[in-house]
Every structure is written in structure tokens, then in C-alpha cells.
């Protein structure tokens, strides 16, 4: 079978660029496919890389945890990408390309994927990597007794052979069409087994402040509320493509405008999640690059369909009317988003257009008064601490308030919002930001509506349940014609649009800012990559 048949798609022209020498002192913000783009692909490494230098990325919030087993925000996967490896990854073009394996194979009907493995890779602790590392990972990572956050994204495993030091397969429980879009994830990433077998021994053992990995820079330090440390690795198995930093230095800032303040300094090198208006604001900056491009995120409201209030379709179709995308798109996003017309981004294969929910107020009143809520509600709307999702929470809250329904926003710590919501205990409305990090549509689609995807510790957190989602969702999954699945996957997202388990936003697009001091910084699946970043 084609080894990239599921992923290569005209639709698929993901956010991606090598940040070297696009400019933006002319107000032009370079998009995925403009000319910055094209001048900063083809400019040049100088001849000299200062091996000294550190780098320091500005993040709009803490770590989760810097174990890709543990970790789900797409916050922590800019630091954890430049520690962990897995057998296959997505490239800047969206094509899927071997990493810690040689090649792969998956069967005809879709139920085994065979890896051959590269040999003489060490990880930071200098312990080697082989087909035994493999097993133990994943038998590890997918048992749920362990606790593990992406436990759920690893069951569709049954069982993982190691066939010998350097090949391994994996026996999915059905036939499973997106399993090597599932296995080039970041979170399918391996760890030292001499760090897992301390965890075995000892349950105590914190894995999420001690990462070994196999990538170009180690972990150094963790400091709580301040930063995340990285430094480079001198035994990097990839010879052709060494670290070219001596650190790589991660500071939490939560504060939109602190972040934009430390760039414009220099305190900080990097920031990810550029506010909107400063993006287009620091275009004639002569020290800053600015990137945006389109992404794999969705922006939503979810609400929790258990409880009585939203349990008719018609309150949750009514509260899609209430908002109008297009002001908050403006106001918020400063113009850098897209209308949802799906619950997954256009750039996700298996995407199809569907009916959105236009702006009516009187027809969102309409169908509250036939659901019985003429006089509205109350309702409790969490959403993340920082500046960009408080401001999104706020505008909601304002807009809701014009067909009565009254919104009292709590702000928590992104850490803390995803345990709550993981625990499945005292939700009513949250805000969420989901990233298809496979870039295909299970991903997007399975972990948010299927009905055995509920909490706790899953992340339906509505606890949206509908068999005829699931039917299509499980076909889709198991269908090895891709026309099939993507017809599939085509009915599924007119059900999920009109049952309305979320109030659909907006896609965001990626907005990135770096010194320009600072060269060869990719952007791959909404992610930040510093794998060949140098500072000069």
C-alpha cells in the first residue's frame, strides 16, 4: 500500500516555513505560500555557526509535563520537539517521512504497520535504541493501569511484536486506515527504557520532569514558572544535521504584551502565539520577522450535554446563531482566523465544507423559546488564563448576553483547566482549542465525539454521544478505499454541524515572531522547530 496515500491531498497544504530571511518592514506579513516565504527557504547558512549562542523562546504558558506520553497542549510540544523522536513525523510539506526508522509498511487491509529501525542511536542517557525500546514503549504508554494522558491515542494497538533487534510491527485491533498518520504524531515518541524501568520500580518517579529522548538537545532544567532548559546533545545520531545551539532557553510569559515587550528588547529571541494587532503593528520593525499561515487548530465552545439546559439540539443551534464569527474573528483575531465550517481546519485531509451557522439573533431567540428557554439561563464559561483566550471568553460572555443567556467566565491555568476537564466534574461551557496534530481527520474527529471518548481522562468533555457519529467514524477508520472513508468522514461532520455539541468558531491562523538574528526556525503542524535554528 502507498506509504503516504492517507496524507498527500491537494487539501493538505499545511503551515509551513523555514523563518530565515522572510521580512515583514514593509507591513507584509509573508504567508505559507508568498515570496518571504520563497526568499527565506532559498537564503543560505552562513559558513560560520556560533555553537555558543542561546536561544530563548517566549511561550504563552507553562509546561504540562515534558513526557509526550503525558502532554497533550500544543503549548509544550515546542519545547518537547526538541527532545523526543518517534519511528515518523509529518515534514513542512505534510508528507510523512522516516525518523527513527528506516522504512515502514502497512499491510493491505490495514491492520499491521512494520518498521525497520536505524541502528547506532543513542539516547541522552546513552543507553541504545532498538526494537525491545519500541515494545516496552508502547506496551507501556497504551496500558491504561499506567495512567498516561495519550493512552487512549495508542488503543487502537492490540499487540507490538519486536520481530527481531531492528524490526518491529504493530497489530492494530481492526483494520485501521490512519495508523501511520497516528505514528508519525509527536506524542508517539520514544523515551529511554532505563528512565521507564525507574517509573516500573518506583511509581513515585516523576517522568514528567525527567525527559530522555533521542533528539539534537537534551533536557538541563526545569525551573517552576520560569523556564525550561534545553541544551545540545554532541552524540546526536543524525551527523548532517547537529545541534547549532549550545541551549535553547523556554520562558512561560502569559501576558500577550509582555511577550511582544521582550521581543522588541531582545530579552527574548522567539515568540510563539504573536498577538494579532502586533503582528501587523511590528511589520516595520527592522529587528523582527513575523510569520502567519494557516493552521490545524479549531477554536470552539464546548458544552457538556448532560446537563438539562443543553441536551436539545436546538439550545446548542441556537447559542451557533448567537455568535457572530466574522466581529469576533475582527475583534479578537485582528483578522487572522477563518470561519469554522466544520468541526476540523481546512488543511486537515478528510475535511469537508458544510452548512455554518450564520449570524441571527432573532432566530437564536427563535429556537430558544421553542426548546423552552424564552427567558434564557445561566451558564459558567472556563476558559485558559491567558490573554488571547480570555479576551475570546469575554466577547462570548457579551454576545451570549444578547439572547439572555447570562455567562459568569473563570480563567484558570491551562494546567488546571485540562484536569478539570479531564475529570469530567463540574464543566458547563469551556473553550477549547483542538489541534489535529496528524493532520487527518480521526484525530480530529474521535477524541471529540465519540461516545467512548468521554471523561475521565478522555477528551469528549461535552460528553456528546451519538451512535450514528460513531457508526460513521468507526467505518471511516476501517475503510481502505480512500474515497470510501473520505465519503465517510464527509456524512459524519453534517451530523456533528447539525447536532451542535460545540459553538464553532474560527480556524487561527499559526502567528509567529522572531529576532532576525535568528535563522532557520521552522514551523511544521502548527509547532515551533529549532532542530536547525543558529543565532548569529
Not at 522588541?264 to 494579532?276: F, M, N, Q, R, Y
Not at 455568535?323 to 466544520?342: P, R
Request: net charge negative; glycine share 6%; proline share 4%.
Amino acid at each position: 500500500m502507498r506509504k503516504t496515500a492517507l496524507l498527500t491531498a491537494a487539501s493538505l497544504l499545511l503551515a509551513a516555513a523555514i523563518l530565515s530571511g522572510c521580512t515583514s518592514n514593509s507591513g507584509h506579513i509573508p504567508t505559507t505560500n508568498g515570496p518571504g516565504l520563497e526568499q527565506a527557504q532559498q537564503q543560505k547558512q552562513p559558513a560560520k555557526v556560533e555553537r555558543n549562542g542561546e536561544l530563548t523562546v517566549a511561550l504563552e504558558a507553562e509546561a504540562t509535563s515534558l513526557d509526550p506520553w503525558n502532554s497533550t497542549d500544543s503549548n509544550t510540544l515546542h519545547i518537547l520537539s526538541t527532545m523526543f523522536e518517534g519511528l515518523l513525523m509529518l515534514d513542512e510539506n505534510g508528507e510523512v517521512v522516516p525518523v527513527l526508522a528506516t522504512d515502514y509498511k502497512l499491510s493491505s487491509d490495514a491492520t499491521s504497520l512494520t518498521f525497520h529501525l536505524r541502528k547506532g542511536i543513542l539516547f541522552h542517557d546513552g543507553t541504545p535504541f532498538d526494537a525491545d525500546v519500541v515494545k516496552k514503549n508502547l506496551d507501556y504508554v497504551r496500558n491504561r493501569d499506567n495512567g498516561m494522558a495519550r493512552a487512549s491515542f495508542f488503543g487502537f494497538i492490540k499487540e507490538v511484536h519486536a520481530v527481531d533487534p531492528y524490526t518491529i510491527t504493530i497489530v492494530a485491533n481492526e483494520s485501521n486506515s490512519a495508523m501511520v498518520a497516528y505514528m508519525a504524531h509527536p506524542s508517539a515518541s520514544f523515551k529511554s527504557t532505563k528512565e521507564l524501568q525507574k517509573k516500573i520500580d518506583d511509581p513515585k518517579y516523576n517522568l514528567d520532569r525527567n525527559p530522555v529522548g533521542t533528539d539534537p538537545y537534551h533536557f538541563r532544567e526545569w525551573k517552576n514558572g520560569q523556564y525550561v532548559k534545553v541544551a545540545a546533545f554532541d552524540e546526536y545520531w543524525d551527523k548532517a544535521k547537529p545541534a547549532k545551539l549550545a541551549a535553547i532557553e523556554f520562558k512561560p510569559v502569559t501576558e500577550a504584551s509582555t511577550r511582544v515587550n521582550m521581543l522588541k528588547a531582545g530579552e527574548v529571541d522567539i515568540v510563539s502565539s504573536l498577538p494579532t494587532l502586533d503582528a501587523r503593528n511590528m511589520g516595520t520593525d527592522p529587528n523582527v520577522d513575523v510569520y502567519s499561515g494557516p493552521s490545524l487548530n479549531m477554536l470552539y465552545v464546548g458544552m457538556n450535554t448532560k446537563l438539562d439546559k443543553y441536551k436539545d439540539k436546538r439550545v446548542r443551534q441556537a447559542m451557533n446563531y448567537a455568535i457572530n464569527k466574522e466581529q469576533l474573528i475582527s475583534q479578537v483575531a485582528d483578522g487572522f482566523g477563518t470561519v469554522a465550517d466544520s468541526p476540523l481546519s481546512p488543511l486537515i485531509k478528510g475535511y469537508s465544507k458544510q452548512h455554518n451557522y450564520a449570524y441571527n439573533v432573532e432566530k437564536a431567540k427563535q429556537l430558544l423559546k421553542e426548546a423552552g428557554h424564552q427567558e434564557g439561563f445561566a451558564a459558567t464559561l472556563w476558559t485558559r488564563n491567558s490573554t488571547e483566550f480570555v479576551a475570546i471568553a469575554e466577547n462570548i460572555k457579551m454576545q451570549l448576553q444578547n439572547v439572555g443567556i447570562k455567562v459568569e467566565v473563570q480563567a484558570y491555568e491551562s494546567g488546571t483547566l485540562f484536569e478539570k476537564l479531564d475529570a469530567g466534574d463540574g464543566a458547563d461551557l469551556y473553550i477549547g482549542r483542538w489541534g489535529t496534530g496528524t493532520a487527518e481527520a480521526d484525530w480530529g474527529l474521535q477524541p471529540n465525539f465519540a461516545s467512548d471518548r468521554i471523561p475521565p481522562n478522555y477528551n469528549n468533555s461535552g460528553f456528546f454521544q451519538n451512535q450514528q457519529v460513531d457508526q460513521l467514524l468507526n467505518d471511516a477508520l476501517k475503510a481502505t478505499d480512500n474515497n470510501m472513508a473520505q465519503q465517510k468522514y464527509d456524512e459524519a461532520q453534517k451530523v456533528i454541524m447539525e447536532e451542535a455539541p460545540w459553538i464553532f468558531l474560527y480556524v487561527p491562523d499559526v502567528v509567529i515572531a522572531k529576532r532576525k538574528n535568528v535563522s532557520d526556525v521552522g514551523v511544521t503542524l502548527d509547532t515551533i522547530r529549532l532542530h536547525a535554528a543558529y543565532k548569529q
